[in-house]
């Protein structure tokens, strides 16, 4: 049995937790719009063409923000191809995913998505193909009153739809979509893009003061450019944008779980580059005002198919509409993981405002659906869905003292990996915790400072199912083999609360405290 021991102290605190954690993604890629969130004709959906099944899982899930409409997609995407009569409406190849995109969904039918599913809009804007003209008639059409000719159209559209008509009030806008990679639609170098993007963003406020706005970052970090090109886009937009995106996507190399279950050392890392990055711009420019990070894709993906550099991503065969792209199934060791990414989110907080799970719904997705049949939940479902509901109040900084699992990517790091928040107000503290040891339950103290713990009010736990393996996952004959279940080994002793972690396993357990 390993153990581990951690200690929270509620003067020691992060930051509030930032609602916008939370967050998820709906890009026009594969099966994510398309019998995903909208399939008209389902036994499921409304008049609209909503799959309810699939919106009483995104509630469920708890997603806070939902970044639309891509994605790589976004920079080929003409956003006027969208909204009209839907018979009105052209159909195009999307160069992005080698897909036909038929349009009958757009951006009035997302926003009216977004209220029935009580999720903010995130908006991003084509800056590949397209400019500043395009994103400030966008940013008209989205939120101004009326009596201007990009207003005046929404309300028309939105009569004619019987959608909305009033002002979408969109306040979070992307501009663009991971301009560094060569396998975007419009890829440029960072004075390139640094300069269109401030022209952009002060276009748009010249049309709406109040938007808040996100300047693309690199792709990865092990794009060439990492570093430098945060610093030169930086450099052009400081005084412009609100936030800088980051992306990452983790996977499993050559059955080397050990590495795989210890990917938020390089999340914690790579957010840790870029916020000396915004720093070191900011101090350099003498600047104020703090730019944040929007981490607005993040994920477990099985990047299968890496064909080129240059075109990194699998796209379909033929000219198909909604084909079938990158559906990952995921098993328990990728729920554990997807648990630790969102633990350094967590611990990040005063920085990572905003987060967006990349996708919702069939592409690399916490929720499947079937053409015509059923919507599930995989095995990531449950740790994002716990910590969107439990993780309130103020993030707490941990100290932990725990033994070391050896890894070959990053030496030897901590066996559990953590976070905890504490509600004053309703007299919570959650932990949530991650074994990250594959064969070893481990023993976990936590002990409070300045806190008094009084009760646990829930402890759950997500482990290898009983006669299964670390690879179960839920599918369409078996859609729940991997879920929560109640976590008996815990209990309060001396004021400290003591759990027991089966191997390789995600928990959540919430206690009752008092100031102390
Ligand atoms: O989420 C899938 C794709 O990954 C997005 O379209 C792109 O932005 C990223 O490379």
Known sequence: MSQAHLTVDRAFTVADVPHRLFGSFVEH??????????????????????????????????????????????SGYLWEDGVG?????????DGAWHSIET????????????REAEVEVMEAV???????????????????????????LRRKNGAATGTIEEPFDI?????????????????????????????????????????ELVAVGSSNRQMPTFGSWEHTVLSHTYAEVDYISMHAYYQEHDGDAASFLAEAVDMDAFIDGVVSTIDAVKAAGKHTKQVDISFDEWNVWYQRGLETEDQPHQVAKGWQKHPRLIEDSYNVTDAVVVGTLMHSLLRHGDRVRIANQAQLVNVIAPILSEEGGPAWRQSIFWPFARIAAMAR???????????????????DVDVVDAAATWDEGTGRLSLFVANRGMEESN??????????????????????????????ANVLDDQDAVGLRPLREVGLEDGALRVTLPPMSWAVVQLEVKSA
């Open 443 to 472: 023993d976990l103290t936590l002990d409070l400072h300045g806190l008094e713990a009084t009760g646990i009010s829930s402890a759950e736990v997500l482990a290898i199912p009983e006669e299964r393996d670390r690879k179960a």
């Open 171 to 211: 306040r979070l806008w992307c501009l663009g979509n991971e301009l560094d990679g060569p396998w975007q639609i419009g890829h440029k170098t960072a004075d390139e893009y640094g300069r269109l993007a401030q022209e952009t963003a002060k276009a748009m406020r010249l049309v709406d003061p109040d938007l």
């Open 29 to 74: 890629m594969g099966r994510c719009v398309y019998t995903g969130i909208f399939e008209p004709g389902h036994p499921q959906a409304d008049q609209r063409g909503f799959r309810q099944d699939v919106m009483k899982l995104v509630k469920e899930l708890g997603p806070t923000v939902v970044r639309y409409p891509g994605g790589n997609f976004v």
């Open 393 to 411: 109040g103020q993030i707490l900084r941990l100290a932990v003292d725990a033994d070391q699992v050896s890894t070959q990517k990053f030496g």
């Open 85 to 93: 009569p839907v018979e009105d409406r052209p159909v195009r190849i």
């Open 126 to 152: 084509n800056l590949g193909t397209r400019g500043v003209e395009e994103a400030r008639a966008l940013v008209e059409y989205a939120n101004h009153p009326g009596g201007t000719y990009w207003s005046d």
């Open 103 to 114: 349009n009958a969904f757009g951006l009035h039918e997302f926003v009216e998505w977004a």
